[in-house]
């Protein structure tokens, strides 16, 4: 037996059914989306950054209903993400770097390369006029919320066990619950 075929017990030849693969990519992008999210709206100061002119232009403030609701549109993306690696699935799943060749796409495609001018983009750092560094800044979010994102999926995928999928599921409904509690106290205390 190859260690290919040992890293990935749970398999079938051609990977995970597209159900499964967007049920867990959805739950593990929201997770790694909430927690980053977290992270950096805490260590880069976001109230602060979002509320500057420039800024507040075209960033919606963290007090924003659509800001605080944002984590419950993550499975949207899930799907997105997951129709993208489907047809990817024997590339991506039950091969021992298939997290690796997820995050770089995801890198390169989702964040450098994008179409259009999106911050911290190629594209951004030439069009727009936001400073480059400052629209760097923006990846001590996006590039470990994409590198989570492919080491959970390609794992949970790979290795599928029922206490973790209890537990992802358990976490992804708490993060679900909590824009949620969040939007009905916002407009309880109006």
């Not at 950096?40 to 924003?64: G, I, S």
């Not at 400052?134 to 794992?155: D, K, N, T």
């Amino acid at each position: 037996m190859t260690e290919e075929a040992m890293d990935a017990p749970a398999l079938s030849s051609t990977g995970p059914g597209f159900l499964s693969l967007f049920a867990k990519t959805a739950v593990a992008h929201t997770i790694t989306y909430f927690c980053m999210g977290i992270f950096a709206a805490t260590a880069l100061h976001y109230k602060e950054e979002f509320a500057r002119p420039e800024v507040a232009c075209w960033m919606r403030q963290l007090n924003d209903p659509w800001v605080m609701a944002g984590p419950l549109f993550q499975p949207l993306r899930g799907l997105i993400f997951a129709l993208a690696f489907y047809p990817l699935r024997s590339v991506l799943f039950g091969k021992k770097h298939g997290w690796l060749v997820m995050w770089w796409l995801l890198v390169a495609l989702g964040i450098l390369g994008t179409f259009g001018p999106a911050p911290a983009s190629l594209e951004g750092m030439i069009y727009t006029t936001a400073p480059p560094l400052g629209q760097m800044r923006g990846w001590i979010e996006v590039v470990p919320q994409a590198l989570f994102l492919s080491v959970i999926l390609c794992y949970w995928v790979n290795h599928p066990k029922k206490w973790l999928n209890w537990t992802l599921g358990v976490i992804f409904f708490l993060m679900m619950g909590l824009p949620v509690l969040g939007l009905l106290t916002r407009n309880v205390a109006r």
